[in-house]
């Protein structure tokens, strides 16, 4: 089985990735999987459903097997009903992995090409975005202090380390206090030269219409990097 080429974004609740995440999900090329969001979208009768509930109204990370497990079922969904094209779309992943064990676990799944860590020094700044993300999008796991202050301790202890799992080469380090568009600036400034290298630009996959662009379009469903690679060359001459 091929691992899913992967930008990682990493951060501390409130710096941002599930707002860059989206946006860099809108961009072809790109498909942005948020594990929190997978999570707030199960149905809460379910047995699953009710231990996120249990964890996240605490502020605690759900166990590492039943994350895993949901995570890789709901990848193969989306891969399966092509929502999700691993040949054509670099995946961008938030909130996960939370802790080493996680990363260790996806480590089979997973071809990390970047590390995206966002950056934020002041603390009671990011505390503050909580807040009001709470207000707006009327999250329980926000909504009180003390939960607030568990999910940092949570991210400081177990979810920090994360960084630990990578070589340092693949982390990048993005100030995350400036606004979505700067900060977005900055994300893309490291992951488009992630792009062009593994995959063939968005734009000459869709024009299809010398035969030269159509063999690329094939290499690139051909799962192969080798391949891939031979085609961008012919295509460029
Ligand atoms: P944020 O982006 O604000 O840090 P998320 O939306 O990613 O928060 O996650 C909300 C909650 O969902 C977490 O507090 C946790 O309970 C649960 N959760 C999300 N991702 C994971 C994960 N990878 N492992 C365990 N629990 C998770």
Redesign the pocket.
């Known amino acids: 089985m091929s691992r899913y080429k992967t930008i990682l974004l990493f951060g501390a609740?409130?710096a941002g990735?599930?707002t860059q995440g989206k946006i860099l999900g809108n961009i072809p090329g790109f498909y942005h999987l948020?594990?929190?969001?997978v999570?707030r979208s199960l149905d809460m009768g379910t047995k699953l459903g009710r231990v996120?509930l249990e964890?996240?109204s605490k502020?605690?990370?759900?166990p590492d097997d039943a994350?895993i497990q949901m995570w890789h079922q709901n990848m193969h969904a989306r891969t399966v009903l092509a929502i999700y094209k691993p040949n054509v779309d670099l995946l961008v992943l938030d909130?996960?992995?939370?802790n080493v064990n996680?990363a260790k676990l996806l480590a089979k799944h997973l071809d990390v090409l970047k590390v995206i860590h966002l950056m934020c020094p002041d603390k009671e700044k990011m505390m503050e975005r909580l807040r009001r993300r709470a207000i707006k999008e009327n999250r329980a796991?926000d909504a009180k202090e003390d939960v607030i202050r568990r999910?940092w301790g949570v991210y400081e202890d177990e979810t920090f380390p994360v960084l630990e799992c990578y070589p340092k080469h693949l982390i990048a380090e993005v100030d995350a206090m400036g606004s979505p568009a700067e900060v977005l600036g900055k994300i893309l400034g490291i992951v488009v030269p992630v792009q062009n290298e593994h995959y063939l630009s968005p734009a000459n996959a869709d024009s299809a219409t010398d035969s030269r662009n159509v063999a690329c379009k094939t290499a690139v469903r051909a799962s192969s990097n080798g391949v891939k690679h031979t085609a961008k060359k012919a295509s460029r001459k």
Request: proline share 8%; charged share 20%; hydrophobic share 30%.
């Open positions: 609740p409130g990735k599930g948020s594990c929190g969001e999570f996120f964890f996240s502020g605690l990370l759900v994350t909130g996960i992995p939370r996680q796991d999910r």
